[in-house]
């Protein structure tokens, strides 16, 4: 018998005996008892955002270590494929075709087009004959991904966000208080008998990312930062030793993450300390939207000739500039994981979020935060963010310096 006919087989006759209600997943009892993963066609289900699935790469790290003949595929979203694509340790990177839906559903006439696309894109997951699932997001949509791919095994946390957990038939109880995103996912692979010690992070970048990161630092006089050529990828598992004497800003969040933002004059003010107390030359980066770019352009004004402004680069070239940078400063947002994940010495600014779950996990870091008692806090939106407020200039400077020591 084929080896991946006779994995899919176990996983199912597994499956068959842990969910009361057959393979439906759905309302049923599934079990919390940790089996060993004998899939050989295994999906990763970690759809956004960039933060979360660049914390989710070591469970990458370590179920390809204890799976190294399986077909790994992983399921995203566009906005977090960048920093997945050619990613050395997957098989294959699928990605959600739902740009425009939510669009399209707020109107009846465009209610069939995703209801059509939704349906290929169930029948394209079921095809692939997966054994695993492996819901590694653990809310709805998560869930519904997982439970589309029909595999036998669908696997994540005992308790998901609006209820995506009932979609799994073997649920993994999670230890109580707060957990880091990281370690979150190495607990679910870890329920299921793989080795999670050690497991790094791997960002990969191609010849092409380095050319163009190089083309941009000898433009801008940072020619002498060009660090030596890694093996197709970018790991935590190095330091940022070979960088040049510049610091890297990202001063900029998400739409949803405007909430954790730090006043852009603040930054500037910093930017001018890095120059004057550190001697560092300042890289403000950016992402897509005009009113980043527009941001970082003022913010690169008022902190004088020391700051100059990025291009808009790719995920994985961002990771290419943050490995060669003395010092990443940001507030919490994706690039922040990602400059982490390379292992860039990290100042992180924190104020709505709990670090113990968000901070930056790899590499050298340092947390700026203020013991306030509405903090953390889930609020979306905050009219007087006294936690960001709080921050002062001096602080965030005291803590690069801290790092550079």
Same mark, same amino acid.
């Given at each position: 018998?084929?080896g991946?006919?006779r994995?899919?087989?176990?996983c199912?006759r597994e499956a068959r =005996?842990?969910a009361?209600? =057959?393979?439906?997943?759905?309302?049923?009892r599934?079990s919390?008892?940790a089996?060993?993963?004998v899939?050989?066609?295994?999906a990763?289900?970690?759809?956004?955002a960039?933060?979360?699935?660049?914390?989710?790469?070591?469970?990458?790290?370590?179920l390809?270590?204890?799976?190294?003949?399986a077909?790994?595929a992983?399921?995203?979203e566009?906005a977090?494929?960048?920093?997945l694509?050619?990613?050395p340790?997957?098989?294959e990177l699928?990605?959600?075709?739902?740009k425009?839906?939510g669009a399209?559903?707020?109107?009846?006439r465009?209610v069939?087009?995703?209801v059509?696309?939704v349906?290929?894109?169930?029948?394209e997951l079921r095809?692939r004959g997966?054994d695993a699932a492996i819901?590694?997001?653990?809310n709805?949509? $998560?869930?519904v991904? &997982?439970?589309l &791919?029909?595999a036998?095994?669908?696997?994540?946390?005992?308790? =998901?966000?609006?209820?995506?957990?009932?979609?799994?038939?073997?649920?993994v109880?999670l230890?109580?208080?707060p957990?880091?995103?990281?370690?979150?996912?190495?607990?679910?692979l870890a329920?299921?008998?793989?080795e &999670?010690a050690? *497991?790094?992070?791997i960002v990969?970048v191609?010849?092409?990312?380095?050319?163009?990161?190089?083309?941009?630092?000898?433009? $801008?006089?940072?020619?002498?930062?060009?660090?030596?050529?890694?093996?197709g990828?970018?790991?935590a598992?190095g330091?940022a *030793?070979?960088? =040049?004497?510049?610091a890297v800003?990202?001063?900029g969040?998400?739409p949803?993450g405007?909430y954790?933002q730090w006043?852009?004059?603040?930054?500037?003010e910093?930017?001018r300390g890095?120059?004057?107390?550190l001697?560092?030359?300042?890289?403000?980066?950016?992402g897509p939207?005009?009113?980043e770019a527009? $941001?970082?352009?003022?913010?690169?004004r008022?902190?004088?000739?020391s700051a100059?402004?990025?291009?808009?680069l790719s995920?994985?070239?961002?990771?290419?500039?943050?490995?060669?940078?003395r010092?990443?400063l $940001?507030?919490?947002?994706g690039?922040?994981?990602?400059?982490s994940?390379?292992?860039a010495?990290?100042?992180?600014?924190f104020?709505?979020?709990d670090p113990?779950?968000?901070?930056?996990y790899?590499?050298p870091r340092?947390v700026?935060?203020?013991?306030?008692e509405?903090?953390?806090?889930?609020?979306?939106?905050?009219s007087?963010?006294?936690?960001m407020l709080?921050i002062?200039?001096?602080e965030v400077?005291?803590?690069?310096?801290?790092?550079l020591q």
């Open positions: 018998m084929p991946a006919l994995a899919r087989q176990e199912a =005996g842990e009361l209600n =057959g393979d439906s997943g759905i309302g049923n599934a919390q008892v089996r060993p993963l899939a050989q066609r295994i990763i289900v970690r759809l956004s960039l933060g979360d699935v660049v914390n989710t790469l070591p469970a990458l790290t370590a390809r270590r204890a799976r190294p003949e077909h790994i992983w399921v995203c566009t977090s494929a960048g920093v694509e050619g990613h340790l997957l098989s699928i990605v959600v075709p739902r425009g839906w399209s559903l707020k109107g009846l465009g069939p087009r995703v059509g696309e349906r290929r894109f169930a029948r095809a997966f819901d590694l997001q653990g709805l949509r $998560s869930g991904i &997982t439970w &791919t029909r036998p095994l669908r696997i994540g946390p005992a308790r =998901g966000k609006e209820l995506g957990h009932i979609f799994l038939n073997h649920r109880k230890p109580a208080g957990l880091h995103r990281v370690e979150r996912a190495l607990a679910i329920a299921l008998g793989i &999670t050690d *497991a790094r992070p990969p191609t010849d092409a990312d380095r050319a163009r990161v190089d083309a941009f630092l000898a433009a $801008s006089g940072l020619a002498a930062c060009v660090a030596p050529a890694s093996h990828h970018a790991s598992a330091t *030793a070979a960088g =040049g004497e510049f800003i990202h001063a969040t998400s949803f405007r954790k006043p852009p004059e603040r930054w500037a910093v930017a890095l120059g004057a107390e001697g560092l030359r300042v890289v403000l980066t950016r939207s005009q009113a527009e $941001s970082a352009e003022a913010m690169a008022a902190a004088g000739p100059i402004v990025a291009p808009l995920l994985r070239e961002l990771g290419e500039l943050f490995r060669r940078c010092v990443f $940001s507030v919490d947002t690039p922040m994981h990602l400059a994940a390379v292992g010495p990290v100042v992180a600014l104020g709505p979020k113990r779950v968000y901070a930056p790899f590499g340092a700026v935060e203020k013991p306030l509405c903090r953390p806090c889930r609020r979306r939106s905050c007087d963010p006294r936690c709080a002062t200039p001096a400077l005291a803590a690069a310096q801290g790092l």
